[in-house]
């Protein structure tokens, strides 16, 4: 009898221990540095929920964000599609307020939102810092975008190239919202997609670059954090972790898009993100006539970084390719050609980094900076 009953005890006590892990969720930390002068904050600003066509409750969505290493994150249900309508109610303002003492509890901002979804040629517009999302349910699509302005919204385009590729899915009507000053954003990245002319666009008009899930399903079901994976994201250099912080970022464009070991964004923002991530160890190298020196590369970052020399070095070689994986070192192997005269230069080994776009097909563009004293 006793057996059985230690039994039992050991059992439910294990049950207790498995139900408190399970609460104590694990956060995985997205590292990126600061830059000078303001926060990096992870956000994610395009999200939906079984109050539109998500399958999944909104507290859901928060636990999910907050595991995944996200601060910021927009709930953006549908107005107009609601094919649940049936089993949950049409207020368009309900998401939010579901998730709101949730995340404020796990110290998340969320940010009141909706996506405003209406047919080619107009496309798909989310609408953040919105102050009713029930107001935005109007026949009309650009009634619709004039009175989430009106609330004083931050309004992007969604999947620019989701059904239409090219330079003609720029038509009247964006134009129109970009002269209005309705439209301040763009997607260029939306879930595992890149569209390099909604990028294009981004740099050429002044527009905001984001990236986001746009996620309707479990994210563990497109994301694997256990094999280093991310969500796609938005990368948002505020001054401080605030609502009104980071609605001044986002109007003053201080963003850069993260998907898939990718980074998009404007020179000054890219170029800071990488600088600080990467350091050079061991960077005092010694080459004795044709000896080797090997000097360690260190990557802070939660982005990997593929580099591609510009250049050969004088006087050595150097790798004319280098991945940097996240998180990790590497060693870069020098190697000196002799005949070079004795002395101490300072050298920077020219790269361009192929994974990390300013504009389409133009990779940032580094140095790696060491000092090399040649001995005869």
């Not at 260029?188 to 666009?201: I, L, R, S, V």
């Not at 005949?339 to 776009?357: D, E, F, I, M």
Request: glycine content about 6%; charged content about 25%; some cysteine.
């Amino acid at each position: 009898m006793f057996p059985r009953f230690l039994q039992s005890v050991l059992f439910a006590c294990f049950c207790l221990c498995a139900v408190l892990q399970a609460y104590a969720a694990e956060r995985a930390e997205v590292q990126f540095p600061d830059l000078p002068g303001y926060q990096t904050l992870k956000c994610d600003f395009h999200i939906h929920t079984v109050f539109s066509d998500g399958l999944v409750w909104p507290t859901v969505r928060v636990e999910e964000a907050w595991r995944n290493g996200l601060d910021v994150m927009a709930i953006s249900d549908h107005i107009e599609y609601l094919p649940h309508k049936e089993d949950v109610t049409t207020n368009l303002n309900r998401s939010y307020e579901v998730a709101k003492p949730f995340a404020d509890k796990l110290h998340m901002i969320l940010i009141k939102a909706s996506e405003i979804t209406r047919d080619e040629p107009h496309g798909h517009f989310n609408a953040l810092f919105i102050t009713d999302a029930n107001a935005l349910n109007v026949d009309n699509e650009q009634d619709a975008i004039r009175i989430a302005n009106e609330q004083g919204a931050f309004v992007f385009w969604n999947h620019p190239e989701w059904k239409r590729k090219g330079e003609s899915t720029w038509g009247e009507i964006q134009q129109g919202y970009l002269e209005k000053g309705w439209m301040k954003g763009i997607e260029p990245f939306n879930a595992g997609e890149f569209y390099p002319t909604a990028f294009k666009w981004g740099i050429e008009k002044n527009l905001t670059i984001l990236g986001n899930t746009d996620i309707h399903r479990p994210i563990d079901d497109l994301y694997d954090y256990h094999i280093g994976q991310h969500r796609t994201m938005t990368l948002v250099f505020a001054t401080e972790k605030s609502e009104p912080a980071i609605k001044e970022a986002l109007l003053a464009r201080r963003t850069v898009a993260f998907s898939d070991d990718k980074l998009l964004g404007e020179e000054q923002w890219v170029k800071p993100l990488f600088n600080l991530a990467v350091s050079v160890r061991d960077r005092d190298a010694v080459l004795k006539g044709k000896g080797e020196y090997m000097v360690g590369i260190h990557n802070a970052s939660a982005c990997s970084y593929d580099l591609e020399a510009t250049s050969k070095g004088e006087g050595f070689t150097y790798p004319q390719t280098l991945h940097l994986p996240a998180g990790k070192t590497v060693m870069m192997l020098l190697k000196g050609e002799g005949g070079v005269a004795a002395g101490t230069k300072q050298v920077s080994l020219p790269y361009r980094v192929q994974n990390v776009l300013t504009a389409p097909e133009k990779p940032l563009e580094v140095t790696l900076d060491l000092n090399v004293q040649f001995v005869e």
